[in-house]
């Protein structure tokens, strides 16, 4: 079950299992791929959603549990996504997807 603060959480956040049944989607990432069903997705597999090379490159994260941080820009809205692998008690349990749109420009620190 999802934590409330989830779901109405400004950023798509995605869950799914080891074999990339979609597990979970909060409103935000239901809105983002509502044009591919929404929240109709959950209980389907993620790897539907992804043409090549996309799908064999999210396999192989999740076969090697490694995470995968990168920024896109679609429309002129610049998002960072965080795919990384989730624990239950320790034992592997899926990969997670956080979408989370930035500022084109984005301010950075170095702190000591």
Not at 41 to 69: T, W, Y
């Amino acid at each position: 079950m999802m934590h409330e603060w989830i779901k109405e959480f400004p950023g798509a956040i995605t869950v799914c299992d080891p074999q990339g049944i979609i597990l979970e989607m909060n409103e935000r990432s239901a809105e983002v791929f509502k044009e591919d069903g929404g929240v109709a997705l959950i209980g389907s597999n993620l790897f539907d959603c992804h043409p090549e090379p996309a799908r064999s490159k999210l396999k192989a994260l999740m076969e090697r549990q490694e995470r995968n941080v990168y920024t896109i820009e679609k429309k002129g809205i610049k998002k960072l996504i965080y795919q990384t692998p989730w624990y239950r008690e320790g034992e592997y349990a899926g990969f997670v997807e956080l979408s989370l749109e930035i500022p084109t420009e984005l301010p950075h620190f170095i702190r000591g």
